[in-house]
């Protein structure tokens, strides 16, 4: 008989679950077993992967692991991280369309469509703006290229400031530089302790206020814990920003008192920048688990004191 072998667990949709049993079959084990070797992850409950005596390598169901990072009793193997065209892409579109859609005014058009009003309005072109891209790993740098190629000035910043041909690029360290020269940010970064509460005050007055933008823009698609909400529905109300597109909040789903659901200039989306294909997930794993197999290394292995 297989070894029931992978175990698919946490908040796992049905499709996800459909998908796994399609690549995988009769590997699947139904719950935690003494036979699982592989365990592919949302959200697990904390402690459940400790109770996995053979467990040898945990798969993210996602890019970001702060979900697995945050059981206490996670085992101490190896955690791979969900890299993969299909999650890139999606992260792609989605910023993409929220800097055209700030870029545009779309926002401002909608209330005139709403009001049957006529009423044009003074845009930059994105030529005479600035992304500054705040995490500038494989999702950073594809976001990046596609928002060149529409006429973007595009700048990173990545912890190890590793330089990346065609961009100009910065480290944590000159982050005052890198904000001041920015019109619009984006933030792709993982959460860590190092970017809790990150996106406050403090950062948003440092981005480049005389830039053709009334105010600058700030785009969140990493983790909801790297904002101060607060600090955001002020900066909003002051004019201090002129726009946000945040789709990953402290609190998911953001509750419905949250005054960012009402915040002038606000997008709110429920956390779907990059929701991946279950099917591109399980080919993800069996590719990893194939690469095992003929003994070569896992790609995208996390390391736990960077925290991704
Ligand atoms: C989604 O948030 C992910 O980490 O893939």
Not at 133 to 139: A, K, Y
């Amino acid at each position: 008989m297989t070894k029931l072998d992978i175990l698919v667990s946490g908040q796992v949709s049905q499709a996800e679950r459909a998908a796994f049993l399609d690549v995988f079959g009769k590997r699947i084990a139904e719950e935690p077993a003494e036979s699982v070797r592989y365990a592919a992850c949302w959200g697990p409950e904390p402690g459940l992967l400790a109770k996995l005596p053979s467990l040898e390598v945990i798969f993210s169901l996602g890019a970001g692991v702060d979900h697995l990072l945050r059981d206490p009793d996670l085992p101490d193997v190896p955690i791979v991280r969900f890299v993969d065209p299909d999650l890139t892409g999606r992260m792609v579109e989605y910023v993409v369309l929220q800097c055209l859609m700030h870029l545009r005014r779309q926002r401002d058009y909608d209330d005139s469509q709403k009001a049957r009003r006529w009423e044009p309005r003074a845009m930059p072109t994105a030529s005479e703006m600035t992304v500054g891209i705040l995490g500038f790993g494989n999702l950073g740098q594809a976001c990046g290229k596609a928002l060149q190629a529409v006429g973007f000035q595009v700048r990173g910043l990545n912890r190890s400031k590793r330089h990346v041909l065609g961009f100009e690029t910065f480290g944590s360290g000159q982050m005052a530089a890198f904000l001041e020269g920015s019109d619009m940010l984006v933030n792709l970064m993982p959460y860590t302790p190092q970017t809790d509460g990150m996106l406050n005050t403090h950062l948003i007055d440092g981005l480049r206020r005389d830039g053709p933008l009334i105010a600058p823009v700030l785009i969140n698609a990493g983790r909801g814990g790297s904002q101060d909400e607060d600090d955001i529905v002020t900066a909003l109300q002051e004019g201090r920003l002129s726009g946000v597109s945040l789709d990953v909040f402290r609190t998911e789903p953001l509750p419905e008192h949250s005054p960012l659901w009402g915040a002038p200039g606000a997008i709110i989306t429920p956390h779907v920048a990059a929701v991946t294909s279950p099917k591109a997930m399980a080919r993800y794993v069996a590719t990893q688990l194939d690469r095992l197999a003929v003994g070569q290394r896992l790609e995208n292995v996390v390391d736990r004191d960077l925290g991704y």
